[in-house]
């Protein structure tokens, strides 16, 4: 007989069903947190950028493109700010639902119950290295170039010939 009863294929056919439930409701909380958090750390860009462009020194294009070229390094801010809010919310969520006491009252131990979060956690770990070492600084680039175009056009658009 498996864990909780039937055969070891039910057992791992129910393993199949736990893993999937937290591995998307990771996602769906780890989705939620990034825009929260995302949206934190661009209220400040987002104040500048609306006075550049409520000052008429840019255009809405351009500034859509300086938040554009903003997002890959405050990606790699937020990313492990949302995965860590996921954790707390999900097991946070089966503790009071009495659910994560169930479960290991059925059989399942701890570690069974943390690999699905632990195997998100490793590809994400992966994928923000790759990103903070290749997609953000390329980013920051592209912001600094629209940035110094702003300020190139902006610094020679009061002066004209022949006045004082």
């Known amino acids: 007989m498996g864990i909780g ?7 791992r ?6 893993y999937r439930m937290l ?12 825009a929260l958090f995302t949206f934190v750390f661009l209220l400040k860009r987002l104040y500048d ?5 409520a000052a008429g020194s840019t255009t809405i294009a ?12 405050i990606m790699v801010l937020t990313f492990p700010m949302a995965i860590l809010l996921a954790g707390l919310i999900v097991y ?14 059925s059989g399942y131990s701890h570690r069974q119950l943390l690999t699905p979060v632990l195997i998100l956690g490793l590809v994400l770990t992966v994928t923000l290295s ?9 980013g920051l680039r592209m912001f600094q170039i629209i940035a110094a175009d702003i300020l190139q056009e902006t610094a020679t658009t009061g002066i004209r010939p022949g006045s004082f």
Do not use: C, Q, Y
């Not at 009863?5 to 057992?11: K, Q």
């Not at 351009?62 to 390094?73: D, E, I, K, Q, R």
């Not at 790759?130 to 390329?138: E, L, Q, V």
């Open 49 to 53: 950028l609306t006075d550049l462009l």
């Open 62 to 73: 351009t500034t859509g493109s300086l938040l554009f070229a903003l997002l890959p390094s």
């Open 92 to 105: 946070g969520r089966l503790a009071h639902d009495n659910e994560l006491v169930a479960l290991l009252a």
């Open 5 to 11: 009863g039937g055969n070891r294929e039910t057992w």
């Open 23 to 34: 591995m998307l409701d990771m996602l769906a909380v780890i989705a939620e947190g990034v």
């Open 13 to 18: 056919g129910r393993m199949k069903i736990i």
């Open 130 to 138: 790759w990103w903070a070492h290749r997609i953000a600084p390329k």
